[in-house]
């Protein structure tokens, strides 16, 4: 029986219609304008999800060291937690703040990053922001999940990402809430670099990491921003329906929790996804894609097997469909698209329009690396602020006490000429102080006696 819906060849330039986009796009609910870099972030990284951080790690900061009492050696650091107290707000956030300074200055182990040993690779923040050992306590007991509550690994119900999945979901739900994506679409997958031992670990040969959890990504394609990612928990955790290509329900699931599908977006994506069965699901759910195709899927004889010639192109369609063979250069093999999008078009050097139009939906994004530096740099600085200030009120109130410990106020009215600032032979150069240095039993103001001490020990 033949085909009711024929393939056949067309010719450029096509000339079709195609349904106009009409959705708002754009920012949404924005702090006002010229704010600082702190409130952009903040309506991502909210308040409450950062209580829910300190929550959770002080509850199993408790419960490790309740649990481990007998077992914690007396050398351990965990010690240290009772003596510096619970995580605070003020300084989870500047926790976060040290977190976002690493990845930009970069060093082979956490411990470099305290490093006093040779002065060519001190980096002094890092220091005053917290402890070595502090910093390593918080990173040891950060937690966002009650461990309670976390189904056993031999339960039916156990999610290999309950640990972190309050914050994809939180994230989730906030890139839509903030932004409208325009038309283009890019659906990719991610990978995050990991050497832990867990069932989420993927090898991917074409990374740059190799092996790490894998990310399912939907972005804007003009910009790069993420509106909504799933984590691929591997095939017994997130199988694939019988009878689906995983790539058409990987396309249709993000589609679907970010609630654009029947909206007229279009979605580009690469040969791992691209098939005509999910051309054709996503036309009926009145979306557009576009991507490249493997040679073992589907597709017209006169396209799989065509002879071209350098610049050379085919265009063949089936309704709202368009599939296209294209060789660039004499030595390469032929790159086969599809889209329900374009139409048969070419333009610079006899190049299809849907393969250029491919290139700037999945290359690289115009994000300006500069301006995206400046302002995790203010973000750093907004972060760890707080901290660092209740830090130096501390250092203060410290370097009081140890003042007041090494001087002692002489008896009655007696006093003493201050050996910092007092000058006996210029005239009202005289200062006089009731208290006098233990060490040396010189007089000195209270405000002095820091210079004084440098003096006073370099004698000694």
Request: positive net charge; contains cysteine; glycine residues 4%.
């Amino acid at each position: 029986m033949a085909d009711p819906n024929p393939w056949f060849r067309v010719y450029p330039p096509e000339i079709r219609d195609h349904t106009e986009f009409d959705q708002n796009v754009g920012p949404k609910r924005m702090p006002p304008r010229n704010s600082r870099p702190i409130a952009y972030f903040m309506l991502i990284f909210t308040m409450d999800l950062m209580k829910k951080f300190v929550l959770e790690t002080n509850r199993y900061a408790r419960n490790f060291i309740t649990r481990n009492q007998h077992n914690i050696s007396n050398k351990s650091r965990v010690h240290d937690w009772h003596k510096k107290g619970k995580l605070t707000l003020i300084e989870f956030k500047a926790f976060v703040a040290v977190i976002l300074n690493m990845g930009l200055i970069k060093k082979a182990t956490i411990s470099e990053y305290w490093n006093r040993k040779h002065s060519s690779q001190s980096t002094p923040w890092f220091r005053k922001v917290f402890t070595r050992n502090r910093f390593q306590l918080l990173l040891k007991f950060l937690h966002l999940v009650d461990n309670r509550k976390i189904a056993p690994r031999n339960s039916p119900s156990y999610d290999p990402t309950a640990k972190f999945k309050p914050i994809v979901d939180h994230f989730n739900l906030k890139a839509k809430k903030h932004y409208s994506p325009s038309q283009n679409l890019s659906i990719d997958e991610s990978l995050i670099g990991t050497k832990s031992r867990t069932v989420l670990r993927q090898y991917i040969p074409t990374k740059h990491a190799k092996f790490g959890v894998k990310l399912w990504m939907l972005t804007e394609a003009v910009t790069g921003y993420c509106f909504h990612f799933n984590v691929y928990k591997g095939k017994r955790y997130d199988p694939t329906p019988a009878g689906e290509l995983q790539g058409s329900y990987v396309v249709i699931s993000l589609l679907r929790a970010a609630c654009l599908l029947n909206k007229w977006y279009h979605v580009f994506c690469d040969s791992f996804f691209t098939s005509l069965s999910l051309a054709k699901r996503l036309l009926n759910l009145h979306t557009y894609t576009t991507g490249t195709v493997r040679s073992n899927r589907p597709l017209p004889n006169l396209i799989k097997s065509v002879k071209l010639r350098a610049s050379q192109s085919m265009f063949m369609r089936q309704q709202e469909i368009l599939v296209c063979a294209f060789k660039e250069k004499e030595k390469r093999k032929n790159v086969k698209m599809l889209s329900t999008r374009y139409n048969a078009e070419l333009v610079v050097n006899r190049k299809p329009k849907m393969i250029t139009e491919y290139n700037k939906g999945v290359g690289p994004n115009s994000d300006n690396a500069k301006s995206r530096l400046h302002f995790i740099q203010l973000l750093i600085d907004d972060l760890s602020e707080d901290h660092m200030t209740r830090n130096r009120v501390n250092i203060g109130v410290l370097n009081d006490e140890i003042n007041n410990q090494n001087l002692r106020k002489l008896p009655e009215r007696k006093e003493k000429d201050c050996c910092i600032c007092s000058v006996r032979n210029v005239p009202g150069g005289r200062k006089r102080s009731k208290h006098i240095c233990v060490l040396c039993h010189k007089g000195v103001h209270k405000m002095c006696y820091k210079k004084h001490s440098r003096r006073c020990h370099a004698d000694e």
